[in-house]
């Protein structure tokens, strides 16, 4: 039975000694440790079942902290008890490569394991709401412009934004800022949609201040930090129909039975537009390898090798069947290399 814990980036202050407790004791075992993003959860779940299944390595430990809980817990240092991988929904920033730097974590190897998208979702009931990402920005942005000048987000109906969209409240669950979904949301959506507006740059000068004021999302009850947990988000979707919820795609793909996406700019997210990159809000996925840590954490190399596989991320692959929008077949290829020289 496979190892897996769910936690919620709310609860991260507390998180980091259960964490480390937990790692401990995996080291103990001598079992692989990953922790990082709700959205790559479900994929590194099925590949470490399976590598547990298979192989001659016990089941990996396999824990949802969020991309940005993730990246403090795998940075905090190369010592063995740390963790040996970060699932993440984007990219490692900067200032998150400083701090593994300053921790003595130095050599990590990216590895990208395919695609997703980020969906605005709601109970499947009438038709599919049509959205725009100038939309959601008015409808979740702290401060709109209005007469040339920015002013509190003052819209509480979908219908104040667009005369085309629904009469009713705005209501949109998301995850918390440690959340690398919350992180890629409010760069393709948040910034894009305002970096250039007049109002916001006659108010912030500099683009690093405007960058951020663009990605403050309103705190007056319109918006709702439900957490890692897509399922008891989903279950607030079930018994409120008007309301949305920002996840991956793999979970709508899931759940087809039960929720519908929005289309963003007139493109719905499907396998086809995700890979083709022409749904607004696709994203690769990524496994960040700890390199200190091959050879001392016993198969670390090997599942490096097994989540490459084209079993698991090809396109009959287990992580597909979970929802995964596999990658090309050059760039798994590639992504093979790179897992066969982790060293």
């Given at each position: 039975m496979i190892k897996v814990r769910r936690m919620k980036p709310r609860l991260l202050l507390s998180v980091f000694a259960a964490v480390s407790l937990a790692a401990s004791a995996a080291r103990a075992g001598d079992v692989i440790h990953l922790v990082g993003s709700g959205t790559v959860f479900p994929f590194s779940a099925i590949a470490a079942e399976q590598f547990g299944k298979v192989g001659k390595f016990k089941t990996p430990i396999v824990e949802a902290t969020g991309t940005g809980g993730g990246f403090k817990l795998f940075c905090d240092g190369a010592a063995p008890e740390t963790p040996d991988i970060n699932d993440a929904s984007r990219a490692m920033v900067d200032e998150e490569k400083i701090f593994c730097t300053r921790n003595g974590v130095g050599a990590i190897t990216d590895l990208v394991i395919g695609y997703d998208g980020i969906v605005i979702a709601r109970k499947k009931e009438g038709a599919a709401p049509a959205l725009t990402k100038k939309d959601l920005f008015l409808a979740l942005a702290r401060e709109v412009p209005e007469n040339g000048k920015l002013i509190a987000n003052p819209y509480h109906n979908w219908k104040e934004i667009n005369p085309g969209l629904p009469d009713e409240?705005?209501?949109v669950y998301g995850t918390s800022p440690a959340s690398g979904t919350?992180?890629?949301?409010?760069?393709?959506?948040?910034?894009?949609?305002?970096?250039k507006l007049p109002e916001f740059k006659a108010a912030y000068a500099d683009a690093r201040d405007r960058e951020r004021a663009c990605g403050l999302i309103r705190e007056d009850g319109s918006f709702i930090e439900a957490g890692e947990d897509y399922n008891a988000t989903a279950e607030k979707l079930a018994n409120d129909p008007t309301a949305f919820a920002i996840f991956g795609y793999s979970f709508l793909d899931q759940n087809r039975s039960l929720l519908q996406a929005a289309t963003i700019?007139?493109?719905?997210?499907?396998?086809?537009?995700?890979s083709s990159e022409k749904y607004g809000l696709s994203r690769r996925l990524h496994m960040y390898f700890k390199n200190a840590h091959v050879g001392k954490t016993p198969g670390l190399a090997e599942f490096a090798r097994e989540i490459t596989s084209e079993a698991a991320m090809g396109p009959d692959g287990y992580m597909v069947a979970k929802g995964l929008?596999?990658?090309?077949?050059?760039?798994?290829?590639?992504?093979?290399?790179?897992?066969?020289?982790?060293?």
């Open positions: 409240p705005i209501k919350r992180d890629t949301f409010v760069e393709m959506v948040m910034v894009a949609s305002c970096d700019d007139g493109i719905a997210p499907g396998f086809d537009t995700i929008v596999p990658l090309s077949d050059a760039d798994r290829a590639g992504q093979r290399v790179l897992a066969a020289g982790l060293k």
